[in-house]
């Protein structure tokens, strides 16, 4: 047997020996807590509920007893060994991909400080043992299987953060369309905002939602627009925040500023689809070169080329 084959199996033989340790540690405890406390003759009620108290923690799962310590572990030697702003960093990139649990970040470091390790570890033997190719394509593959575990993590929470600001951006110009129409008809801000928030569910309404409980809750509006747009963290939509705030600072029409902004909104939209469009001839030359055309070349030409052999050839 190799050695590339016997190191995963050695890994989980030792996974499989510590879950199996885990629970035959916590079976045997919990034995040995009833043995004792059977010993004990009449032992009153304090006693009954401090048992009561124990079984209770002794029946709880394995996540609860073992992983969760272990991953609070982890968080600790991940936050000593990063950098000054990583944590704050990583915890902005979550509230601007909508995610408002607490312990996400927490999370990230526990992953972070599991998979660095490992993709240093893998990448070496992958480099050392050669399991898969050899030469150049082997120094390529480490590289790709280090950075992959390592960075894997972060890759992940930047895509979903921009996912989240692609759709915001894209939705802005029609729901302020919306916000537009009510204002116009005679809503308030806040009343129209409220029927956008139920009429165009998505990640902006969500972000509409918390702007407006905040100010419910006491925060001034311009506070509660500004935490807003350094939440979501658009170009776009910090142009329309701004123009908020200003007419409010000096009594302009909302309506009016809501209709300018809603046409830039739409111009500005228009303009990057046609950008992308003018990149996608020169994004499609590459393939058409290296795909397209040599089996055109093949289906056209490789019938001539036959005839002509066949005429030289006789």
Known sequence: MTLPLLIPI????????????????????????????RSIDGYDLESQSVRSAREEELDENLVSRALLPAAAGLTQIARKLTPGGYADKIRGQFISSGTQNPDSVDRFLAMKAVLMPLGVLVAIANYIFEPIT?????????????????????????????????????SLPDTLDLLTIS??????????????IKSVPGPLADEFARMLGETRAGAARADAMRAMEERCDIPEFRAFVLAIIQADAFGVSIGRVLRAQSDEMRIKRRQIAEEKAQKAPVKMLMPMVFCIFPSLFVVILGPAALNIMENFGS
Do not use: C, H, W
Not at 183 to 190: C, I, M, N, W
């Open 183 to 196: 204002v116009e008809a005679g809503l308030g801000f806040e009343q129209a905002l409220d029927r956008v």
């Open 134 to 170: 050899d030469g150049l394509m082997n120094i390529v593959l480490t590289g790709v299987i280090g950075y992959g575990l390592a960075m894997g993590p972060d890759l992940r929470l930047g895509r979903s953060v921009e996912a989240r600001q692609k759709n915001i951006f894209r």
């Open 10 to 37: 050695a890994l989980i033989v030792v996974a499989v020996a510590v879950a199996a340790f885990t629970l035959l540690n916590g079976y045997y405890e919990k034995q040995s807590m009833r043995e004792s406390l």
